[in-house]
T-cell receptor, first 111, second 112 residues
């Protein structure tokens, strides 16, 4: 059965800490993996990964995909209270039309 | 860039009443459209997706249905709501299978 698993389910850190969020998947016909941040309402897009070993970076956030081991990580360095959110991972397969999300990681950054 | 309009923002409906949530998209043509439901602020459950007018793929058997009467319009419906239908419903759009998914602002549905 195709599935997307995120870990940890929740995480509390202090400002300035570095966090690593994990997303593993078991799917057939993998096409891409996407990361989103959700605060109050709609998830906002962070990264889309299609190739192994190529890091994508935006400010303090970075992400990388390992297609051999079937996982991705999202790193946040020097965390700030504004990073508090639910971080969602999604995998696209079946020729890219279907996207399934993991349960998410709730991150809380304490000041 | 694409804009996704979703309404209403909040909705309270009694058990057994019908439901119709509408989503319209601007700024792209022939998009892939999606309905997701989110319970308790956690992961998104894929309900339906559509790759074209009249083409609907259902992911979860339930009392909901979806329709796509126009290229940039996606409707989520129910004939009789259940308590378990409460949740946060999100419409999403992507212009191609190589592009990211973008979301509307969602409808928070409470079935009482």
């Amino acid at each position: 059965e195709d599935k997307v698993v995120q870990s940890p389910l929740s995480l509390v850190v202090h400002e300035g800490d570095t966090v690593t969020l994990n997303c593993s998947y078991e799917v057939t016909n993998f096409r891409s993996l996407l990361w989103y941040k959700q605060e109050k309402k709609a998830p906002t897009f962070l990264f889309m990964l299609t190739s192994s070993g190529i890091e994508k970076k935006s400010g303090r956030l970075s992400s990388i995909l390992d297609k051999k081991e079937l996982f991705s990580i999202l790193n946040i360095t020097a965390t700030q209270t504004g990073d508090s959110a639910v971080y969602l991972c999604a995998v696209a397969w079946e020729y890219g039309n279907k996207l399934v999300f993991g349960a998410g990681t709730i991150l809380r950054v304490k000041s | 860039s694409q804009t996704i309009h979703q309404w209403p923002a909040t909705l309270v409906q009694p058990v057994g009443s019908p439901l119709s949530l509408e989503c319209t998209v601007e700024g792209t043509s022939n998009p892939n459209l999606y309905w997701y439901r989110q319970a308790a602020g956690r992961g998104l459950q894929l309900l339906f997706y559509s790759v074209g007018i009249g083409q609907i793929s259902s992911e979860v058997p339930q009392n909901l249905s979806a329709s796509r009467p126009q290229d940039r319009q996606f409707i989520l419906s129910s004939k009789k709501l259940l308590l378990s239908d409460s949740g946060f419903y999100l419409c999403a759009c992507r212009s191609s299978y190589n592009s990211p998914l973008h979301f509307g602002n969602g409808t928070r549905l409470t079935v009482t």
